[in-house]
């Protein structure tokens, strides 16, 4: 059975940082991109930020851009947030996923095919 197991999120004050992990297992899926997704109650699940098989091409969200990092240990099956001047508005539950078509990353989460159960991530002010 295929699964996405996300770690790391917490409750952190503005301004820190944490870093998320998200583990596959049953399956590989080195040859596919991988994405992070978040979602607040009541709104729309949106795009966070994407990654290429090979962790050479990477995507973000406007709103994330140049404080998130994404990267990938093939060796470990493991995909990574990293969250650094975290702010209350990106309080939210965060979801990774896989996309086994393509090689290269995409932001419309209709395109991929496994997703982890989600791990809070909430932001003091």
């Known amino acids: 059975q295929v699964q996405l197991v996300e770690s790391g999120g917490g409750l952190v004050q503005a301004g820190g940082s944490l870093r998320l992990s998200c583990t596959a297992s049953g399956r590989t899926f080195s040859s596919g991109a991988m994405g992070w997704f978040r979602q607040v109650p009541g709104k729309e699940r949106e795009f966070v930020a994407a990654?290429?098989?090979?962790?050479?091409?990477?995507k973000y969200a406007y709103s994330v851009k140049g404080r998130f990092t994404i990267s990938r240990d093939h060796a470990k099956n493991t995909v990574y947030l990293q969250m650094n001047s975290l702010k209350p508005e990106d309080t939210a539950v965060y979801y990774c996923?896989?996309?086994?078509?393509?090689?290269?990353?995409?932001?419309?989460?209709?395109?991929?095919?496994?997703w982890g159960q989600g791990t809070q991530v909430t932001v003091s002010s």
């Open positions: 996923a896989a996309d086994l078509n393509r090689g290269y990353p995409v932001v419309d989460q209709r395109d991929y095919s496994y």
């Open positions: 990654i290429s098989w090979n962790g050479g091409t990477t």
